[in-house]
């Protein structure tokens, strides 16, 4: 940043990390006074669900493990129900995105206290941030008042991600810093914080891949997220985030893969107009940063073709149409010809030049 001057607003849940920092549960639980607290999750998370609501004893108020994709209203107004029928003081989510959502979703309707345990490196636990669907329409919410009062973050949560999904939502978390090292907004905490966050990961992710279970590998992957996701919370997005919205609410495609195969692809729409801020990135992925960003996912083994996930060829024009409307701010001006021609190399799977 050659021109020093930026605004700076640091807000953030408490935030507890550490590998079995999840049997911290009740007494964190006591500390917010609430009495006793509904426990979300996934239905394919039940058991995870099970621990936790055996970690808080007698201050849990029992499980509601129906959150899904999206955070559909009809869920959250069932999920509320529950919440008032067994008079719950508080919320809890233990899971990634989807289930972080619900408890964002609770936490606007109720304003009761929320504790949040991440499984995933998706970063939605410390952004103001809540997309939710109702009648097929996404609408987007951003208010301070629905992030989690906790966050506890605890490795041994995220062993059980598969490593396919581990890698993707790692690339995800990177997604949000290299947006982030741009972002009109940005100011010093969020670039230091960037940086780190994608070291965290770049460092994490070949770890996990030949060994999932290696303790210090899922730790520095959870650490980098963390950052990741502060950053994502803090600053404005651009191009990238803008896509993959587009993508995944008009096209059905899935979040955290489609960030892994567009990222590279941003990148190199962006690098000429963004040389100095992306300039850190080159120390971790190579003077010419998307296509280093490219190979580190091919050697991850992450998906690199958008045509792999039910996006027609046809559907490309559509997608520009619709990335170009209402662009957000982004360091190269968003032309319709450059975007198609973006989008047609992301459904293809070639690597940017
Ligand atoms: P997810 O929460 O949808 O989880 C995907 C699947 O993985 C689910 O079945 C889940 O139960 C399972 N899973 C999660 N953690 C697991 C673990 N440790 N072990 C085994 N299975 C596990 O995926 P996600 O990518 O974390 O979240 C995606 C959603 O979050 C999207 O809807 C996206 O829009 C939203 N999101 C929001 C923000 C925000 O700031 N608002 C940020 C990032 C993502």
């Known amino acids: 940043m050659s021109n020093r001057s930026f605004e700076y607003s640091g807000r953030s ?18 500390k917010l006074d609430c009495g006793t607290l509904i426990v979300l999750a996934t239905p394919e998370q039940q058991d995870i669900a099970e621990e936790m609501h055996g970690h808080l004893g007698s201050a849990s108020a029992g499980i509601f493990a129906k959150a899904t994709m999206h955070t559909p209203v009809h869920v959250t107004e069932q999920a509320m129900q529950e919440l008032r029928d067994r008079k719950a003081g508080g919320i809890l989510a233990v899971g990634g995105g989807s289930t972080i959502g619900l408890g964002k979703a609770l936490k606007l309707r109720s304003r009761l206290p929320y504790i949040a345990l991440p ?27 629905l992030m989690p009062d906790i966050v506890i973050y605890d490795p041994d949560l995220t062993t059980s991600l598969p490593v396919s999904m581990s890698i993707v939502s790692g690339i995800n978390a990177i ?8 972002a009109a907004d940005r100011n010093p905490i969020s670039s230091i914080a960037a940086i780190e966050g994608i070291r965290a990961l770049r460092t994490a992710l070949p770890v996990i891949k030949s060994s ?114 209402n662009p957000y701010l982004n360091p190269r001006p968003i032309e319709r010809g450059a975007i198609r021609e973006m989008l047609q190399n992301a459904w293809e799977g070639n690597r940017p030049e």
């Open 119 to 145: 499984t995933t490196y998706a970063g939605s636990e410390v952004t103001p941030i809540l997309g939710e669907t109702s009648g097929g329409e996404k609408t987007t919410i951003r208010d301070h008042s």
């Open 175 to 182: 997604a949000h810093a290299a947006e982030g090292l741009y």
């Open 13 to 30: 849940p408490h935030v507890i990390f550490a590998t079995g920092s999840r049997s911290r549960l009740a007494e964190q639980a006591k």
């Open 212 to 325: 999932p279970q290696d303790k210090k590998g899922r730790a520095d992957a959870l650490y980098g997220a963390w950052l990741c996701g502060s950053v994502l919370g803090s600053v404005g997005m651009a191009l990238h985030h803008k896509i993959c919205h587009v993508l995944g609410g008009s096209f059905d495609l899935p979040h955290a893969e489609t960030h892994a195969i567009m990222l590279p692809h941003s990148i190199s729409y962006n690098a000429d107009a963004a040389t100095e801020a992306l300039a850190p990135l080159r120390e971790l992925f190579g003077e010419r940063i998307a296509g280093g960003l490219y190979d580190f996912a091919a050697s991850l083994g992450a998906p690199l073709a958008l045509r792999n996930f039910g996006l027609t060829e046809r559907d490309l024009d559509k997608a520009s149409d619709l990335a170009v409307k």
